[in-house]
């Protein structure tokens, strides 16, 4: 894997550790107060990182997108700003409100940031009905 595909797979790697052990802690605490931060850790940060990491190591055009720096970082630093803000919301700090509801925001945004990378990619090409440059490297 090179560039955001071995980026976001390291990304995915840090959310499922953290998340396991806050699912961990969760369980052995029998205090589940923190599960909207588990399941989306899981889900929105290891699963979905995961698939953005497959998507750019078998699409090298998407990968070579001048955007992709930019789904990356906003996709990262708005879902780790994400996750800790709702830690500490669901804890009983309702100041960090503002931080969730813009780090929500950026997350959004990153999708759409993904799919004018994606989209044209996987659009078939004139010469045949295969993707463009799919590279199984
Ligand atoms: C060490 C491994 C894990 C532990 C100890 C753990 C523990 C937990 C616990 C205690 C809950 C709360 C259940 C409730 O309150 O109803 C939960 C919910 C959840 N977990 Fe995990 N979990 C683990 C791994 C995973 C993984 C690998 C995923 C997904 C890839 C995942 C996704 C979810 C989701 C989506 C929910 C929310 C379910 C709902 O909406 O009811 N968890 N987990
Ligand atoms: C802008 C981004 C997102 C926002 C603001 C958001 C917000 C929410 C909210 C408010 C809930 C209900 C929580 C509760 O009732 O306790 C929820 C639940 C859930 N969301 Fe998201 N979500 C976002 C993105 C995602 C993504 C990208 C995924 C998966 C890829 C996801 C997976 C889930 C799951 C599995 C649940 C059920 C578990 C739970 O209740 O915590 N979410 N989300």
Same mark, same amino acid.
Do not use: K
């Given at each position: ?65 001048? +955007? ?36 929500? +925001? ?32």
């Amino acid at each position: 894997m090179q560039g955001v595909a071995r980026n976001f797979f390291t990304l995915a790697i840090v959310y499922a550790i953290f998340g396991m052990i806050l699912g961990l802690a969760m369980s052995i605490s029998q205090d589940h107060t923190q599960m909207p931060v588990h399941a989306h850790a899981m889900v929105a940060g290891w699963l979905m990182s995961a698939v953005f990491a497959f998507f750019y190591h078998l699409f090298p055009a998407a990968r070579a997108s001048r +955007l992709a720096p930019l789904h990356f970082w906003l996709t990262a630093v708005s879902g780790i700003a994400l996750m800790v803000g709702l830690f500490f919301l669901l804890g009983g700090n309702a100041t960090v409100e503002p931080l969730v509801a813009i780090a929500s +925001l950026g997350f959004f945004l990153a999708i759409f940031v993904f799919a004018w990378i994606a989209l044209p990619v996987i659009r078939p090409t004139e010469a045949g009905e295969r993707p463009a440059r799919v590279d199984f490297r």
